[in-house]
Each structure stands twice: as structure tokens, then as C-alpha cells.
């Protein structure tokens, strides 16, 4: 029915198909573990299950007046101004870290209401300048 080139070809084209697919596949599980979507208070209060001990990222703006620094870590409340959550973190604080500013905290939530970070990622505006510009560019 088939010539011998047709059915090659055939199963030649089926074999880069497979093969593509495959490859996306692949790429795409690779890239999944590295790749971390942030999550808002309001996303973490409508959800379901909470999954302990698993890496989250939690975005939002910390809150006015809600930084408490003691010995060993801080504690701040990130809200969306919708929701919010308690979020502790020891370590180095970012140097654009501040009140009503823009922040990712990534670690585990232990519930809904309480976060405890291992990296925070201060998020700046566009107008950001570092402060050895902004003096230099004041001084003139």
C-alpha cells in the first residue's frame, strides 16, 4: 500500500515529534523547580491546604509601623491591604528594606497567619537611586 521511503519518512517525522515533545517536557519540569510565583496575604488566606515546610515567597508591603527589631531577628507585617501576615526573619536586612515599602519574603508559612522567612527581597520603583549617587548628584 505504502512504499518503503513513505512509511520511513513516517516514522522519521513521528520519532521529531516524539522526540520535541519529549524535550519540552523535560525543560519545562527543570524549570519548575527554579521558578517561584509569589504569593499575596489574600492568595494565602483563600487557600485551602496550607503546605507545611514547603519554600514560599510572600509578596505585599510591609506595613506602617509594624517593624519590631529584637536581638536575634525581626518581625514585621506584610500586607496587600486587603489581608496580612506576621512574618519573622533573621538575617541581614536588605538596606532598602522599610516601612510601606515593597517586599518578597521567601521561606515557610506555618499557618495562615504566621510566616517565618530565610531571605527577604526589598523591591524598589522605578526612581530608585542608590544613595552614593543621589549624594554625589546632591553635592553638586
Keep these: 500500500m505504502y512504499g518503503k521511503k513513505v512509511k520511513f519518512r513516517a516514522a522519521f517525522i513521528l520519532l521529531v515529534l516524539i522526540s520535541l515533545v519529549l524535550i519540552i517536557y523535560l525543560s519545562l519540569k527543570t524549570l519548575e523547580d527554579n521558578v517561584v510565583y509569589f504569593l499575596s496575604p489574600t492568595e494565602i488566606q483563600n487557600k485551602e491546604e496550607i503546605k507545611r515546610n514547603e519554600k514560599v515567597r510572600v509578596g505585599g508591603m510591609v506595613k506602617k ?8 531577628y525581626i518581625s514585621f507585617i506584610l500586607t496587600d491591604y486587603k489581608n496580612e501576615i506576621n512574618v519573622t526573619y533573621s538575617g541581614t536586612i536588605p538596606n532598602l528594606f522599610s516601612e510601606e515599602k515593597g517586599v518578597v519574603a521567601e521561606g515557610t508559612l506555618k499557618d495562615k497567619n504566621y510566616f517565618i522567612a530565610n531571605k527577604i527581597l ?17 553635592s553638586k
Excluded at 526589598?122 to 546632591?138: G, I
Design 122 to 138: 526589598a523591591k524598589h520603583d522605578e526612581n530608585y537611586m542608590p544613595p552614593k549617587v543621589n549624594n554625589s548628584l546632591d
Design 65 to 72: 509601623n509594624s517593624i519590631k527589631s529584637y536581638t536575634n
